[in-house]
């Protein structure tokens, strides 16, 4: 079973819509989770950082963690064609490390 | 506003050849990592380096290995290519251990044939 588990897509939504993009873990003492947003031929660029459990939002964005389920969860409200992208998690135990393991990435498409 | 740079978009190269990805980075960045990204298994480390001539092994270093003998380049060397490293090779850099802060380069996209 790999450490972090995410859906590689592609997640097909119309304009507009709220999407909810998640990945699941094994490992219990991750505590900080990162998101990142990856265009085509580009290299991944961090859009969310959270700390242990609970909610953080920035615009259209919210990340969600739930660590007694193991998942957390980046929901975009009012979807846009330019947020079509590959989205990806990272996740470890500790602040001090310099690895961070990554999910496998989900594709989405943001239909106009 | 560039501040990783990868000096190579796409690259082939032929089984066994000795090949050299370079990364620049332009924001004084103690720590750099060499990433490769393939579909179903993510992003896996490579290698990183926290300082000028300083390296570690990250999870897949075998048949890879680097040079940084300035702050600011991290050169990835495959020492005799082969079809099983055909990837996409990214580049980051980071002002500390692995960060909010850091930064990917656009990738290379390397073939072996």
């Known amino acids: 079973q790999k450490e972090v588990e995410q859906d590689p897509g592609p997640l097909s939504v119309p304009e507009g819509a709220i999407v909810s993009l998640n990945c699941t873990y094994s490992n219990s003492a991750f505590q900080y989770f990162m998101w990142y947003r990856q265009y085509s031929r580009k290299g991944p660029e961090l859009l969310m950082y959270?700390?242990?459990?609970g909610n953080k939002e920035d615009g259209r964005f919210t990340a969600q963690v739930d660590k007694s389920s193991k998942y957390i969860s980046l929901f975009i409200r009012d979807s846009q064609p330019s947020d079509s992208a590959t989205y990806l998690c990272?996740?470890?135990?500790?602040?001090?490390?310099?690895?961070?393991?990554f999910g496998t990435g989900t594709r989405l498409k943001v239909l106009a | 506003d560039v501040k990783v740079t990868q000096s190579s978009r796409y690259l082939v190269k032929r089984t066994g050849e000795k090949v050299f990805l370079e990364c620049v980075q332009d924001?004084?960045?103690?720590?750099m990592f060499w990433y490769r990204q393939d579909p179903g298994l993510g992003l896996r480390l490579i290698y990183f380096s926290y300082d000028v001539k300083m390296k570690e092994k990250g999870d897949i270093p075998e048949g890879y290995s680097v040079s940084r003998e300035k702050k600011e380049r991290f050169s990835l060397i495959l020492e005799s290519a082969s079809t099983n490293q055909t990837s996409m090779y990214l580049c980051?850099?980071?002002?500390?251990?692995?960060?909010?802060?850091?930064?990917f380069g656009q990738g290379t996209r390397l073939t072996v044939v």
């Open positions: 959270t700390y242990s459990s």
């Open positions: 980051a850099s980071s002002p500390r251990v692995w960060s909010t802060e850091a930064f």
């Open positions: 990272a996740m470890s135990a500790d602040p001090g490390t310099y690895k961070y393991i």
């Open positions: 924001m004084d960045h103690e720590n």
